[in-house]
C-alpha cells in the first residue's frame, strides 16, 4: 500500500495532503528517520517540525503500521477505523492553532504504534489502572482493581452520536479483539477518563440521553477539575465567550457553571471485563 492510496483511503483534503505529500518527495532520508524516531517514541526533534511536517512524518509511517496490521493479520476495516482519527485530530489542531497539519503527533504516535484501536464506537489502549493525580475519590474502596494493573483505556472519538447500542457492541468486539490478537495481555477491566461521566448529568439531560445511558456504563472512582475540557469538548476552540449561543441543556449548564465560577470535572471511571 503506497502513501498516496493510503491518503486517499483517509479522505484527506487536497490542502493537507497536498504539501505534507510534497514534503515527502522532496525529504526522502529524513523521513526515514523521523519516522524511525516516531515509532521508538523519540519525538524531540519531530515537536519542533511545523505542522505539515508533523502530519507528513505521520503519512509516511503508515503503510509500515498497515504491514504491521496485516501481519498480525488484524482485520483491515479496523486500520482505516483507527487512522480516521488522523483527519480528526487535523479538524481540531487547525480549529485550535489556526494552521494546516497535524499538531497533536504525540496522541496519533499510539495509533502508529498499535497502542490504541478503534473499534466500531469507541478506541481503546493498553494501559494501566490508575488514579487521576490530586483526584478526589468517589467509592475508591469499593474498587476491585489494583493500582498499576493491567487495563483497557477507552476513548470516545468525536464525529458522531454516543450510541450506546454501538458502545455495547464496541465492548464486545474489544473483549473478542484483545482475546484474539493479544492473548498473553491479560486485563480484568475497561477504564475511561472523560468529562461525560458527570453525575449532573443525570438531572440536566434526558434519562435516555446516549451521555446518560454511557454514564451508566462505568463504575466512578474519582474527579479533578477540567473546566477547560469541558467547555472546549461543549463550545469548540473559540475562546471568546461573548460568541457562546448554548443550544441545549448541556451548553446552557455549562455556562452556567462558567459564569457562577464552579468547576468542571474529568471523571475516572471503571467496568469490569
Ligand atoms: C460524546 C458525544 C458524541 C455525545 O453526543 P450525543 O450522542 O449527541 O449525546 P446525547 O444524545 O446524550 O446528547 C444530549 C444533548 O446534548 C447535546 N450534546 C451532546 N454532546 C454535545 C457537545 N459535545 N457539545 C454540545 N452539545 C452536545 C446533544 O446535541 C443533545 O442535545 P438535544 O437534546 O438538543 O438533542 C459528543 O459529546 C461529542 O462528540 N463529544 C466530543 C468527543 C468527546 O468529548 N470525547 C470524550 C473526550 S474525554
Not at 47 to 75: C, H, M, Q, W
Not at 85 to 100: A, H, M, Q, S
Not at 132 to 158: M, N, S, V, W, Y
Not at 248 to 264: D, E, F, G, H, V
Amino acid at each position: 500500500m503506497t502513501i498516496r492510496e493510503i491518503i486517499g483511503k483517509l479522505n484527506l483534503d487536497k490542502n493537507l495532503s497536498e504539501p505534507a505529500i510534497k514534503w515527502i518527495e522532496g525529504n526522502n532520508i529524513l523521513c526515514q528517520e523521523y519516522s524511525r524516531q516516531l515509532l521508538k517514541n523519540k519525538l524531540n526533534k519531530i515537536s519542533r517540525l511545523d505542522n505539515i511536517k508533523k502530519l507528513a512524518i505521520v503519512l509516511y509511517t503508515l503503510p509500515f503500521t498497515y504491514k504491521a496490521y496485516l501481519e498480525k493479520g488484524i482485520d483491515e476495516n479496523i486500520f482505516w477505523d483507527t487512522m480516521s482519527d488522523i483527519k480528526i485530530w487535523c479538524k481540531n489542531d487547525f480549529e485550535r492553532f489556526n494552521t494546516l497539519g497535524l499538531e497533536n503527533i504525540n496522541w496519533i504516535k499510539k495509533h502508529l504504534t498499535l497502542k490504541i484501536f478503534r473499534l466500531k464506537r469507541l478506541q481503546f489502549e493498553f494501559s494501566r489502572f490508575m488514579i487521576l493525580p490530586h483526584a478526589k475519590f468517589k467509592d475508591i474502596l469499593k474498587c476491585p482493581f489494583r493500582l498499576g494493573e493491567k487495563c483497557i483505556t477507552l476513548h470516545i472519538p468525536q464525529g458522531e452520536k454516543l450510541d450506546n447500542e454501538l458502545c455495547k457492541q464496541s465492548l464486545s468486539m474489544a473483549n473478542e479483539f484483545f482475546a484474539k490478537y493479544y492473548p498473553d495481555y491479560k486485563y480484568r477491566c475497561y477504564t475511561v477518563i472523560t468529562w461525560l461521566l458527570n453525575p449532573d448529568f443525570k438531572s440536566v439531560l434526558n434519562e435516555d440521553s446516549n451521555i446518560v445511558k454511557f454514564g451508566k456504563m462505568f463504575d466512578l472512582l474519582g474527579y479533578v477539575p477540567d473546566s477547560d475540557m469541558n467547555e472546549r469538548r461543549v463550545f469548540g476552540y473559540d475562546k471568546d465567550r461573548k460568541n457562546y449561543n448554548p443550544k441545549n441543556a448541556l451548553q446552557l449548564y455549562t455556562l452556567s457553571r462558567i459564569q457562577n465560577k464552579k468547576p468542571l470535572y474529568s471523571y475516572n471511571g471503571y467496568r469490569a471485563k
